[in-house]
């Protein structure tokens, strides 16, 4: 546990009922969270992760790419779609036992969260999704969270993720209702809130976030974090993905994304949904470990890290397990374990249970013993 301070937000909230957490956000309060001055922002960002979660953790996840590329949707930033010409070339569905050997040996690294994404525009209830399922369950039996991101879900596909034991499924808001029609055309924004309510009628966690550089204004970031922290429940992990710009794709020559930019994304979402857990994610790979101890400060407490250097795909990259152990180690942090509240399929009051996850750093709080 952390070193006891004086006083407890959540606790303090818990006397009002709502542990401190506001999902009636307007957008000129997120106007306002997101244009404080950026060391103000980032100090307190900090001091409301450690009140509602442990600072010294941070969660290591390993993404698998169990179907790459030759998806049919336009999605300007992906590697992986169809429509454009990228070095990604097109692959079946992976093998149960491939992906169950990739799992353990991440397991063995120190991961406590397991991700297996698709390049599908929707699941299809047929075989492959038979395979999905049966690969949810024994990586679910190693004992780290399952996540999937396999695109649009229905309410009865996204019980049988339930049923099969996924922790948490990965659909990401990715850019504000405003901008998403110049980023993607062969879905709409709605379509997207439609599976995040569907899997929101089940106990799997909900992880939704989004993208920076994809050409946005200031005006659309702060419109898409307004989104995730007015939903109620908040997403229980709120990625942030920095682009990484792909070769063949419409968004490969938009200006790289400033450090600073990242950092007051992840420390007003910090600041917005404060039992969220925020997930630095694509995009890490550029950065250099300085910058990325600025982005723990200001609240993110999750990385993706692989044995290849490869988050997603090849044009994906993310740093490896020793690089990552060793920026771990000098930052003094730990990797988390997994399933710290214990499985959502058996825990009802997500957002309680997230917020025992991270443990409260308060002497005067009764909402954590
Ligand atoms: N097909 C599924 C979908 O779109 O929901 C899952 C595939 S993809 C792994 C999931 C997420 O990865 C995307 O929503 C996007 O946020 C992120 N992503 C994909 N390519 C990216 C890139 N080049 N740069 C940054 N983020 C990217
Ligand atoms: Fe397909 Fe997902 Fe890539 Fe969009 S982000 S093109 S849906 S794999």
Known sequence: MPEKTGHCAVGEANRRGNHGVRHDWTIEEVREVFETPLMELVYRAAGVHRQFHDSAEVQVCKLISIKTGGCPEDCSYCSQSSRYQTEVKASGLMEKDEVLAIARKAK????????????????????????????????????VEVCCTLGMLTESQAKRLEEAGLYAYNHNLDTSREHYKNIITTRTYDDRLETIANVRKTSVTVCSGGIIGLGETTADRIS????????????????????????????ADEPDVPVWDTVRVIAAARILMPTSVVRLSAGRANLSPSDQ???????????FSSETGQMLTKAVPSPDYDADRELLDTLGLKPRVPFKGGHPNSTKGRETSEIRQGGCAAESCTAHA
């Open 108 to 143: 063995a690294a120190g991961v406590s969260r397991v991700c297996m994404g698709a390049a599908w525009r929707e699941v299809r209830d047929n075989k492959q999704f038979d395979r999905v399922l049966e690969m949810v369950k024994d990586v679910n039996d190693l004992g």
């Open 224 to 251: 898409m974090l307004h989104t995730a922290a007015t939903m109620h429940p908040h997403p229980e992990s709120f990625p942030v993905n920095v682009l990484s710009k792909v070769a063949g794709t419409p968004l």
């Open 293 to 303: 101890a600025m982005c723990f400060m200001a609240g993110a407490s999750s990385i």
